[in-house]
Every structure is written in structure tokens, then in C-alpha cells.
């Protein structure tokens, strides 16, 4: 059973339960054809996006709007399923049961409006995040370079090489040095080659060029293709390994890290020898930037005294509320994170696979580097 299988069958059950629960809550006669239409209606958004993933290059922006409202139904049904199966048990008191049905409408309509709303106006926000990071073994050559990350990029239907070339120019219009791309680059792979050529024309813009460290979606589609159609370009690509900025005789190191397929007990051993390679041969004390798709990095980069840490993966969960994600599944799942002298960032993303973002907008971020 492959992915989308999957979330198909998951998001019938939700359809199907939100449909029972709702018809409970509202005391409403031949429940189970409720619990059917919502069954049919999820599937249907979940075909619809699924269908729109793959023929989005035929169509305009009316095909496009219709898959943000399928993600919209989709993002409406997670968060229903709990309230409306409470608000059910709690209707069955008949004193209170007017004002469950009462609340339950209202949490419906607003379940539908943060759907909508954050797929369309979350995933068209791009937020440019700026920060300021002090190292004392930066050398003075360096002081004042601009890196800029971007990362989670999933190209594809969502976020196209047009986005990933304004996010380009974009950096170069804050000065930056240096472009560190963190994975998950690309989802649909037939675009690929536009992809590299973009890719290749911008990396002229800033003197240290691009470097780029690969993400699971990589590892999903056709890893090899893609880093052939890299290799084609000025991008240096990290696998477990590092390259050296120079100027003026003085060395910054960045090194990057693949992304750790294996689950379970050998993980951790895989990661340890992953950090490994790609830090061996750098002097000990020497500055130090560490790339990597996934957040369970940064302490490997703390451990290794990289003053800097970039990492994704999280898109920052993509729901928060004020600022801070409603949900932290990672040690590190947003924002910058601290061991009182190394500095570690997860990235919420410059695009995503599923358009839905509620206070949690895509970002570009801006890193200036000073010495301490």
C-alpha cells in the first residue's frame, strides 16, 4: 500500500466518523448516510488532491484554487473529529444538549475557515526571517558574511522553480555571500531539469556560490537522477563531507550531512558515523557551519562546536498558535535553539507538499555572521 493509499483510507475514516459524530450531535435521522457523505467527501479531496499533484502542469490557477480548498476540507477534518465526538458525548445531556449543537455548528464553520484560510493565504505568506550570530573563532575575514537558507522547498504543484528563483533573487537582494539549501528540494522530478538550470544561473550570484545537503523527499523520488542533474551544475553538494570558504587566507568550514534512512536501533549509529565524515579533516578549532535535513542534528552540531546549525525537515508543524507550534513531535521543531554558545536553527520551511499553514508561514532566512 503506497502513500497515497494510505492517506486516502485515513481520510474516509475521518470523513466517515466526523459525518456520524456531526449526525449524533444534531440527533439527525438515517445517521449513516451522514457518516457515508463525509466518508465520500474526504475521499474525494484527498483524489482531488492527489489527481492535482500530478496534472497540476495542464491546468490554471481555478485547478489550483480547487486543490488549496480539497487541502481546506482535508486540514478541516483533523481538527474536527475530536471536538465533534466530544460535543456528541456531551449532547447526550439533555439540558445542555442545545448548546453542544449550538458550539458544534459554530466549531464546524470555524474548522472550514482556518482550513481554507490557512491554505491559501498561509502557503502564499513568505516571511523573511533575519538573525544576527557572534562567533569567537569566526575569522575577520568573514566578519559581516550573509548566508542565506532555504530548504524544504518540495517543488512541485505548491512551490514551483518560479518560487525558487524570486527566493534567489530574494537573497541576492539582501546581500547575501552564500546560499545553503537543506533538503527536500524537489517532489515532482519531471521539472528537475529546470530546477538545476535555475540552480546554475543564480549560484553566479554570491560569491561562495550554493551548497546543498539532501532531504527524505529526495530519497523518495529518484535520488540519483537528481544528483546527476546536480552535478551538472556549479552546486556544491555535502554528502558527508565538508568544503572550505576562503578568502584572504582564512578557512570557514561548512560541513553537511545526508539524511539517515534507517529507523530503529541503527539510526543513531548511522547518524554518529554520518557527523563523522563529514567533520573529519577539520581542524578542531577551526569555524564551523553545519547543514542538515533533519532537526536531530543539532546536537551533533553542538557536540561538534559548529557555531551554526541549519536544519528543516519540521516545517515548523505548520500549525501554531502565537508564534509557537501547537504540537513539538521533535527535540528541535522551530526557531532557534541554543547550548549557550553554538547556535542551532530549524527552518519552517520556503514551501511544502501540503498547503496548509496556520501562524506558521513559509520562510526565507538571513543569517549575518559576526565576530565576536
Known sequence: MDFYQIITLLFSFLGLMNGLFAAGLFRLKRFYLYGIAGALISCGAVQYYVWYALAYPEYGWAAHFGAYFACA?????????????????????????RYAQIFGAAVMALSLFIGVYGSVDGEMKEEAERYTIT?????????????????????????RNADL??????????????????????????????????????A????YGIIYVRGNH????????????????SVKILDNSHVALQKDGALLYVAGVDYPEMRGEGRTELMAQMVRDAFDGIPEDSAKIFL??????????????????????????????FGKPMITPFKYTRGMYSDGKHCGYVSRGSGGWFPFRFDTSRELTIFTLKKK
Open 73 to 97: 476540507l482535508m486540514a478541516a477534518d483533523i481538527m474536527l473529529i475530536l471536538p465533534l465526538f466530544l460535543l456528541m458525548m456531551i449532547g447526550t445531556v439533555r439540558f445542555i444538549r
Open 218 to 233: 529526495e530519497l523518495y523520488k529518484d535520488p540519483d537522477y537528481i544528483e546527476n542533474e546536480l552535478r551538472k551544475t
Open 135 to 159: 562567533a569567537e573563532e569566526l575569522p575577520e575575514a568573514f566578519d559581516g558574511l550573509k548566508v542565506a537558507q532555504i530548504t524544504d522547498t518540495h517543488i512541485g504543484p505548491y512551490y
Open 292 to 321: 542538515a535535513h533533519h532537526s536531530d542534528f543539532i546536537d551533533a552540531g553542538f557536540e561538534n562546536r559548529a557555531f551554526l546549525t541549519l536544519t528543516g525537515h519540521t516545517h515548523g508543524t505548520q500549525f501554531g498558535i
Open 204 to 207: 553566479v550570484l554570491f560569491p
Open 165 to 202: 528563483a524570486n527566493d534567489l533573487e530574494r537573497s541576492k537582494a539582501e546581500g547575501t555571500d552564500v546560499v545553503m539549501l537543506t533538503g527536500d528540494l524537489i517532489d515532482d522530478i519531471r521539472v528537475m531539469p529546470e530546477t538545476a538550470k535555475i540552480l546554475n544561473s543564480r
